[in-house]
């Protein structure tokens, strides 16, 4: 009964922090879309998209992910409900939807919290991970999108949904209240169906995970330490960084500060501990919000490949690093 009473409380606080990120997010690019602000930023996505020979639907995507990524995947889902992308659009549009993350990460965290923690030479490492995965994502949209899907001529442009046609609709001007009651009943039942599905999904991971199911993951640690011959005050920071990666390095900056390890030391250990990190956080959170998005098949789809990007640049970048780097 205690198992079953923390993981509610946990799903209860995860659900109510991501319900309300998932609300602002929602509401507010659709109250954008209701003003038609979004049909400014055209020329920006509409060129992303066409690489990959994607729909105008994707590129608005796209465009709202800089803003917010939940966002971005709620709008691509509802494009795929109703019908304008098909299942292999959707799995690129929600691969390109991650990508911006990783370069607004370099100024909302890397500068502001590693670099002062770990110094300019391993923030630089660090940026370069997300950096490359950034860019293999792109290359995997890109050649997806050549290789599997085809351009489909005279599909309408989603950006001329933007705004008001006065042959098909009244243009009139519309006050806030209306605006609002617009938006919100534009987007009201997908709120309800992507909340429920997000408490389902996170309840269930939390049960497994009090239940020691993602214990595994730590028994990891000392063994991929000994593989890379790490010293063994090395093993702190790696397991706290799997539940806080800003526990975790500054941790790692206070033994470098002390010279208790090297910095090649602390930058192989903060690759290897991102890496052990990547499929324990996707499964407790990445997947459940996937899954209230996307639906289970494209939802587990989305965040497997977006998962093994992430953990392909890290093995990248920690091979180069034990190959070339004597910091």
Known sequence: MEVIRISLEMTAQLVFRMGTVMFVSLFGVELLMQLGAMAYLRPVGRPVARLANLPSESALSFLAAIGSMIAAHTMAARYHRDGAITARELTATGVLNTVPFHFKETFTYQLPVVLPLLGLELCLIYITVFWLTGLIKIGFVIGYGRLRIRTRVGRRDAFDGLTCNPEETDCSPRSWRQVLGDTWAARRSMFVRMILMLATV????????????????????????????????????????????????????????????????????????????????????????YIAIYGMQPGTRICALTSAFSMLSRVIVLCLVLLFFRG
Do not use: W
Not at 225 to 238: H, N, R
Not at 253 to 269: F, G
């Open 202 to 289: 996170t309840l269930i991971v939390q049960l497994l995970v009090h239940q020691g199911a993602m214990a595994v993951f730590e028994n990891f640690i000392v063994p991929l330490t000994s593989l890379f011959d790490l010293p063994s005050s090395l093993v702190g920071p790696i397991s706290a960084y799997l539940f806080s990666p800003t526990v975790g390095i500054t941790y790692m900056s206070n033994l470098l500060a002390q010279d208790r390890v090297t910095a090649y030391q602390t930058i192989v250990a903060l690759l290897a501990a991102s890496l052990l990190m990547i499929p324990l956080t996707r499964l407790r959170r990445t997947l459940p919000r």
